[in-house]
């Protein structure tokens, strides 16, 4: 449970960093999409497993370790709903017109300058939506944490996890039910605010 | 010469070649029809768009040179972009958006002469708004002043008023007038509108798909014979600079003067000595042989024939040479036959009306 909002912020700080190369890696980063979140698990767990190339290395050298631990639930939680927010923030860039743009440039603002003060501010509610999208998203997450992380209470646990752990145990169902509420209201929450977000889009949009 | 241009540029099956110079000040208007290539040629000094031969100098700075490699990127340019839609920011206060090239200058202007543009512009009541609160006059003035305050070294002007109904047009244009007569800059001002060229420039460029047909200074351009045709109509008639000389408070009238006589026109609620812009449409001189004596006209100049053209199998067009100023005339084929008029002939102009607008100090 604690590992949620972590997950929504490493998400939403690696879809920032996406952005100048976003269209080149934009094919790959589509991948977790399309494939079935175990499987993501699945590879998280080779690849940053304690035996693993980069968990070894990481263990060793950092002391991190993301199996069975919250900061692995956030990491496959970034990974699965990346796509989601580069899409949010691609849409908003893309409904910038280009010629802001070039009136920055002949007004003396270089690349940079054009991306932070004239791209970002006005893709502002994309990044918003996008990572509330994302934050919605996560808090579903099931597959890829359960197969990377495990369930552990307290550190690992997601909602859905809770709610699965919840049906197992004899005499759960009141458990379970209270937390199926919760994830609702949570997700009733999540796309309201992304609807607000969405409608500061197309007022700039639209001027 | 302050801006210096020579490019050629393809875009898709549009083949563009053009070559002018602009002078340090007053107004260059480049004229044509859409497509003519006019906003090309502007986006290629601003640095929009990179041509793919020919080189781009502006007070001798060079800013594309493709014998040498030269290229200078558009943020580095220091041109004044004054774009056909304004293109403010949205999310930035009319404030935020007159600062915005400010800010990015070498040298920033100082809060004087910043103040001095914005109240030139008449932007002082606005700065608290967004742009999407603005009128459309309002935005095409902030987008003036946003360009003027970055300090360019050259201001483009892309049809500032074409989106602008023909009321707010009238509103913009005094503040043209005095950007004109106040900044020492070079201006390049695209237009399709002949009367706006008329009324603003001192030098034109005429464009035709892709190709400069003719240039030259305004009042000379405007009375040549090819010039309508060439343009795609009729001749727009003479346009020429004078000076209120002296208010004749008991006729009602006052004299302006030119170079080559005066012209009598109602009193002007001006000082004398102001200078004045006039148009006087080739339709509204009449020719005679002799001095007509009994005739309402108040102005008769002597004039010579210069050239003449069939310009319609109606019409014909003709040049008068009045001291150093020329005037064109468009007379009715019958009427030219009837006078026997022929070139190096004296005749006289009977001017029936005369447009006023103001003009510069210079």
């Known amino acids: 449970m604690a590992a949620l909002p972590f997950a929504a912020l490493t998400a939403a700080a690696l879809a920032n960093r996406s952005f100048p190369g976003k269209a080149l890696i934009d094919g790959v980063l589509h991948v977790p999409l399309a494939l079935p979140p175990v499987v993501v698990g699945y590879l998280l767990l080779l690849l940053f497993g304690t035996r693993g190339p980069l968990g070894a290395w990481l263990l060793q050298h950092w002391g991190v370790r993301f199996v069975f631990s919250w900061t692995g639930a956030a990491l496959a939680s970034a990974l699965i709903t990346f796509p989601l927010q580069v899409r949010a923030i691609r849409g908003a860039i893309e409904a910038i017109d280009p010629g802001l743009a070039a009136a920055a440039a002949t007004l003396g603002a270089g690349r940079l300058d054009r991306l932070v003060n004239l791209t970002l501010p006005l893709a502002l509610p994309g990044l918003i939506a996008g990572a509330i999208t994302a934050f919605a998203a996560s808090l579903g997450e099931f597959g890829a944490i359960i197969t990377f992380v495990s369930n552990i209470p307290g550190e690992t646990r997601t909602l859905p996890l809770a709610i699965y752990a919840a049906l197992q145990a004899p005499g759960g169902e009141a458990e379970a039910a209270r937390l199926c509420v919760l994830s609702i209201l949570l997700a009733l929450l999540g796309l309201t605010l992304a609807e607000v977000a969405n409608r500061r889009v197309r007022s700039f949009a639209g001027r | ?362």
């Open chain 2, 1 to 362: 010469m302050s801006i210096d241009i020579g490019f050629a540029h393809r875009y898709r099956a549009f083949a563009l070649e053009v070559a002018f110079q602009a002078q340090n000040t007053g107004i260059t208007a480049l004229f044509g029809p859409s497509g003519a290539g006019k906003t090309t040629v502007i986006d290629a000094l601003a640095g929009l768009i990179r041509p793919e031969r020919g080189r781009i100098a502006v007070n001798g700075r060079v800013l594309f040179d493709s014998h040498t490699g030269t290229w200078i990127p558009a943020h580095a340019r220091r041109a004044g972009y004054v774009f056909q839609d304004g293109r403010l920011f949205p999310h930035l206060s009319v404030e935020a958006n007159l600062r915005f090239g400010w800010r990015r200058a070498a040298v920033a202007l100082p809060e004087a002469d910043v103040s001095r543009i914005v109240a030139m512009l008449g932007l002082e009541s606005l700065l608290a708004r967004k742009p999407a609160q603005l009128s459309g006059g309002e935005r095409a003035r902030v987008a003036i002043g946003r360009a003027l305050l970055a300090s360019p070294e050259f201001l483009l002007l892309d049809e500032p008023l074409a989106a602008l109904d023909a009321a707010r047009k009238q509103e913009i244009f005094p503040y043209l007038e005095r950007l004109r007569d106040e900044q020492r800059l070079p201006i390049v001002y695209v237009s399709h509108s002949l009367d706006e060229v008329a009324r603003l420039a001192d030098t034109i460029v005429l464009l035709g798909a892709g190709r400069v047909l003719a240039s030259g200074p305004l009042f000379d351009l405007l009375t040549d014979l090819r010039f309508g045709e060439l343009s795609g109509g009729s001749p727009y008639g003479t346009v020429l600079e004078a000076r209120v000389a002296r208010h004749l408070v008991e006729h009602g009238l006052s004299l302006l003067a030119f170079a080559g006589g005066e012209l009598a026109v109602a009193t002007l609620s001006r000082a004398e000595g102001s200078r004045v812009r006039m148009h006087i449409r080739a339709e509204d001189i009449i020719l005679a042989r002799e001095r007509p004596r009994a005739i309402s006209a108040n102005n008769i100049l002597p004039a010579t024939i210069v050239a003449l053209r069939d310009s319609t199998p109606q019409h014909v067009d003709v040049r008068l040479g009045c001291g150093q100023t020329h005037f064109v005339a468009r007379i009715t084929r019958a009427s030219c036959k009837r006078l026997e008029l022929c070139e190096g002939q004296n005749v006289f102009a009977i001017v029936k009306s005369v447009t006023i607008t103001p003009a510069g100090n210079g």
